[in-house]
């Protein structure tokens, strides 16, 4: 309830509404208030669906905020992208689908990748690197105009920013279980997915409002060239604005993801494989 009331809060400060509107702002103060509250129990209870001991170390808490960002930039552009492709250029739903088909050769092949520096290279520089490539592929994508094409306007970041991808997820998925007791690697695993979904929730609400308010402002500075009417051009153009406004604040929170792997992931490459020849081999079938 807590995670459905802020997002709720978030989408509400799109216009009509705003941040200042008292239905947006008790929304988000009850979400912030529902939150605490389950930290609050989770912290006391013997059987906590996420024990604060898996929280605790600091290497496996920045991962986890990583992910949170990471994972908010990632579904906000899969959802302007998609709009923009249909919307903008005019691909049915199918096409579009296809036109995101290398997004996912880039990622596979860029996964194997990462999972070959993993054991040559510590987790924070390919992370962090990545994390960065994904950045600038999402700045390319704030650059696209009405008057942009899939090749090589979106193609070209798309490919970047699925490249940059693999190379995060790979040392991630690692590093948020190095060092775990068995008994909680199931729940070390669980945590970081859960913090890439709610990253995704709050992300989209949050840049969907950020989107919105460019649309709003640019459809009302441009009408009046229309006699008031907001043609379609008009609509395309207003909401490529948007979009691009909240590809820039996405590149900037994955940006602030790869600092934050950079200066505070400290394991090693030899951390994991030492981590990894530590735990038993399960030989049930």
């Given at each position: 309830?807590?995670?459905?009331?802020?997002?709720?809060?978030?989408?509400?400060?799109?216009?009509?509404?705003?941040?200042?509107?008292?239905?947006?702002?008790?929304?988000?103060?009850?979400?912030?208030?529902?939150?605490?509250?389950?930290?609050?129990?989770?912290?006391?209870?013997?059987?906590?669906?996420?024990?604060?001991?898996?929280l605790a170390n600091r290497n496996r808490a920045t991962t986890y905020i990583a992910m949170l960002a990471?994972?908010?930039?990632?579904?906000?552009?899969?959802?302007?992208?998609?709009?923009?492709?249909?919307?903008?250029?005019?691909?049915?739903?199918?096409?579009?689908?296809?036109?995101?088909?290398?997004?996912?050769?880039?990622?596979?092949?860029?996964?194997?990748?990462?999972?070959?520096?993993?054991?040559?290279?510590?987790?924070?520089?390919?992370?962090?690197?990545?994390?960065?490539?994904?950045?600038?592929?999402?700045?390319?994508?704030?650059?696209?105009?009405?008057?942009?094409?899939?090749?090589?306007?979106?193609?070209?970041?798309?490919?970047?920013?699925?490249?940059?991808?693999?190379?995060?997820?790979?040392?991630?998925?690692?590093?948020?279980?190095?060092?775990?007791?068995?008994?909680?690697?199931?729940?070390?695993?669980?945590?970081?997915?859960?913090?890439?979904?709610?990253?995704?929730?709050?992300?989209?609400?949050?840049?969907?409002?950020?989107?919105?308010?460019?649309?709003?402002?640019?459809?009302?500075?441009?009408?009046?060239?229309?006699?008031?009417?907001?043609?379609?051009?008009?609509?395309?153009?207003?909401?490529?604005?948007?979009?691009?406004?909240?590809?820039?604040?996405?590149?900037?929170?994955?940006?602030?993801?790869?600092?934050?792997?950079?200066?505070?992931?400290?394991?090693?490459?030899?951390?994991?494989?030492?981590?990894?020849?530590?735990?038993?081999?399960?030989?049930?079938?």
């Amino acid at each position: 309830m807590g995670l459905v009331s802020l997002v709720y809060g978030l989408t509400h400060a799109a216009p009509p509404g705003s941040w200042g509107d008292p239905v947006t702002v008790a929304f988000l103060g009850a979400g912030v208030a529902l939150l605490a509250v389950f930290l609050v129990f989770e912290a006391r209870s013997t059987h906590a669906l996420m024990p604060f001991r898996v929280l605790a170390n600091r290497n496996r808490a920045t991962t986890y905020i990583a992910m949170l960002a990471i994972g908010a930039a990632l579904f906000s552009m899969f959802y302007f992208l998609g709009q923009y492709i249909q919307v903008v250029l005019g691909y049915s739903a199918i096409v579009t689908g296809v036109a995101f088909l290398p997004f996912s050769f880039g990622i596979v092949g860029s996964a194997q990748l990462g999972s070959y520096l993993v054991a040559r290279v510590d987790p924070r520089w390919i992370a962090g690197s990545g994390a960065l490539l994904t950045a600038f592929g999402m700045f390319l994508l704030s650059r696209v105009s009405v008057g942009s094409h899939y090749f090589p306007d979106l193609i070209v970041p798309m490919l970047v920013i699925s490249i940059g991808m693999g190379l995060v997820f790979v040392p991630l998925t690692l590093t948020a279980v190095v060092g775990v007791p068995k008994e909680d690697t199931g729940v070390a695993s669980a945590v970081l997915n859960t913090m890439q979904q709610i990253g995704g929730a709050i992300g989209l609400a949050t840049l969907s409002t950020v989107a919105v308010n460019g649309q709003t402002a640019y459809i009302t500075e441009h009408a009046p060239q229309t006699g008031g009417q907001v043609t379609q051009a008009l609509y395309n153009a207003s909401f490529t604005h948007g979009a691009t406004q909240a590809m820039v604040v996405s590149a900037a929170i994955v940006a602030a993801g790869a600092l934050l792997i950079y200066g505070l992931l400290t394991i090693s490459h030899t951390d994991l494989a030492n981590d990894s020849a530590s735990r038993p081999v399960d030989a049930t079938v």
